[in-house]
């Protein structure tokens, strides 16, 4: 049996999802609160100062080399050591980047060093995007934990959701309302 499912309308005619069937229902209605979802992170992106600006950022090969730190793996692993935090996720960004799977241990030895929010993240990130689960897992913690910048939950979040990662829609849209009540 098939049944429409009508999610808007277009000059004063509805609009409609036809699935297959009544099981497909709840799949629609969540991927219409991730696209909402999607939507608050971009737009709550955009009102931060500098995120979107006129000219792209440079790639993060560049910045290493403005910062004289080079691409090779043993460079980006010493990065990983940096005292400067930017540098750290830049080189977890670039060993993510440049496919580096023999770079995941020394990366799930920084992720378990780093204190700051902002690399703890970029590592994950470089984690995940090397297929180390222990990538979504530390995105997960972050969504999580409210002491963590909105910016950066929402960033994880969103991460996560590309990942077909779920988790932290609950954990983000209890802690903002706004959220809630657009989804």
């Not at 799977?101 to 995940?128: F, M, Q």
């Not at 913690?141 to 988790?167: I, Y």
Request: aromatic share 6%.
């Amino acid at each position: 049996m098939t049944n429409t499912y009508i999610h808007g309308t277009l000059s004063g005619q509805a609009v409609t999802n036809v699935t297959t069937s009544k099981q497909e229902a709840p799949k629609v209605a969540n991927m219409k609160k991730w696209r909402m979802f999607s939507f608050s992170l971009l737009f709550l992106l955009f009102l931060i100062p500098g995120f979107c600006s006129a000219q792209a950022p440079p790639a993060i090969a560049q910045s290493l080399a403005d910062e004289g730190i080079g691409t090779s793996h043993k460079e980006l692993l010493q990065a990983l050591h940096s005292p400067i935090p930017k540098i750290r996720g830049m080189a977890a960004g670039q060993l993510a980047e440049n496919g580096d799977k023999n770079a995941v241990p020394a990366l799930n030895s920084a992720l378990r060093d780093e204190r700051n929010a902002t690399e703890r993240l970029n590592i994950a990130r470089a984690l995940t995007y090397l297929g180390d689960p222990r990538g979504a897992s530390a995105m997960a913690k972050l969504c999580a934990d409210e002491s963590v910048p909105t910016d950066l939950r929402l960033m994880a979040a969103g991460e996560l959701q590309e990942h077909g990662n779920e988790s932290c829609f609950a954990s983000v849209s209890r802690s903002y309302p706004l959220l809630t009540f657009l989804l």
